[in-house]
Structure formats: C-alpha cells, structure tokens
C-alpha cells in the first residue's frame, strides 16, 4: 500500500521559513514526478510546486524565488523549502505522487496523495 506522510507544518510568523517533508512507503518514486499542493480555507486546492526525476522544477509564480522543491531518492523523500513566509501562504500543505516521469501542475494528474500537513503564517 503506497502512503504519502508530510511532515514539519506549524505555526511562523510572516518572514520566517519552514521546511516541509514528506516521505513515501510502499514503492520507490525515484523516477517519478511529485509535487506539493495546498489549500487554503474556503479555497480551492491549487499547484505549489514540482519536480521530476531528473531534478527539474517548475513553480506557481507567488511561490518563485521564495520556494524550493527538492527531493532525496535515496530516502524516497521529498522536500518544501519555505522562506519569506507570507500570510497568504497559510493552507493545508499536500504532498502528491505520479506514476509518470513528467511534471504536472494539475491535480487530476497525481496518482498519490498525503493527507497534508498545516502551514499558518501570522501577520
């Protein structure tokens, strides 16, 4: 059974930085493409960030320069760098998994997803 587990949410202030975990069992994802996602309250869920197998990363525009998406084959994990925190940020935090190679900035496209992990930047 394949399971997404996110980690490191919380509480920062507006500013600060907080990094995002999340680690997959069940199957290897080294050639696959992940991504995080989130959804904020009254809101749809909307793309944050991916990247594929090869290292490539593609990004939502507010989240550029701010972000970074990585991830560790070798622990089958995948990484959110968050800096600059900004309130607008606050949201449930989504790790999801595909089956293919290629990045997706959509969310019919990922096959796998965590349950999420909360993210609220106070003002």
């Known amino acids: 059974q394949v399971q997404l587990v996110e980690s490191g949410g919380g509480l920062v202030q507006a500013g600060g930085s907080l990094r995002l975990s999340c680690t997959a069992s069940?199957?290897?994802?080294?050639?696959?493409?992940m991504g995080w996602f989130r959804q904020a309250p009254g809101k749809e869920r909307e793309f944050v960030a991916t990247?594929?197998?090869?290292?490539?990363?593609n990004y939502r525009d507010s989240v550029k320069g701010r972000f970074t998406i990585s991830r560790d084959n070798a622990k089958n994990t995948l990484y959110l760098q968050m800096n600059s925190l900004k309130p607008e940020d606050t949201a449930v935090y989504y790790c999801?998994?595909?089956?293919?190679?290629?990045?997706?900035?959509?969310?019919?496209?990922?096959?796998?997803w965590g349950q999420g992990t909360q993210v609220t930047v106070s003002s």
């Open positions: 999801a998994a595909r089956t293919s190679w290629n990045t997706a900035t959509v969310l019919p496209a990922y096959d796998y």
């Open positions: 990247i594929n197998g090869a290292g490539g990363t």
């Open positions: 069940g199957r290897t994802f080294s050639s696959n493409a």
